[in-house]
């Protein structure tokens, strides 16, 4: 039997960072192409233990009685707290779009809200809706724009500045 640390929790095998013994053809031609299982060497043995020590959330034993009001208000602080870190990441972001161009610096094909929102979602895992932004017109240009934001009215202003905006760079691929 071969000793090997489960990168996965395994029916009737174990739970993600156990140790367990498996037999080397087991291990070898499922567990390791898969990924569900490492071999049980320190190496990997210290990088699993400091992988549960970021990931593993200390879960509280002490369960106190929360009112609806309070939860509520809870829920409403942890969201706009997500929002929050969302406009920062979008306000400090820098979203590349690769155009074709047909003379001088027009584009073939414009940069639509449509493809703003996908895009943002895509590379920033923010998603908002093409009615948070600003965009009177398509870009049909090359060059770097700053596209303003529409957000909640309960999120506050970046300081120094009068709203929340996306930098957009469109450039030759």
Not at 2 to 17: F, P
Not at 71 to 100: G, H, I, P, T
Not at 130 to 151: I, K, T
């Amino acid at each position: 039997k071969l000793e090997v640390i489960l990168t996965t929790t395994i029916d009737k095998l174990g739970k993600a960072g156990e140790t367990v013994k498996v037999a080397p053809g087991h291990f070898r031609n499922y567990l390791m192409p898969k990924m569900l299982a490492v071999p049980n060497i320190d190496k990997f043995a210290i990088l699993m233990r400091e992988q549960s020590k970021l990931y593993k959330r200390e879960e509280e034993v002490v369960v106190k009685e929360v009112s609806k009001e309070e939860d509520d208000a809870r829920q409403a602080e942890e969201k706009l707290k997500q929002c929050q870190a969302a406009a920062k990441r979008l306000d400090n972001a820098l979203l590349v779009f690769r155009r074709f161009i047909s003379e001088g610096i027009e584009l073939r094909s414009p940069v639509t809200k449509d493809e703003i929102v996908s895009e943002v979602a895509r590379q920033l895992n923010v998603n908002i809706y093409p009615d948070n932004l600003h965009l009177v017109s398509p870009l049909s240009s090359l060059g770097e724009f700053e596209v303003p934001l529409r957000l909640p009215r309960d999120i506050p202003r970046p300081e120094g500045k009068l709203q929340w905006t996306l930098k957009v760079k469109i450039r030759r691929p």
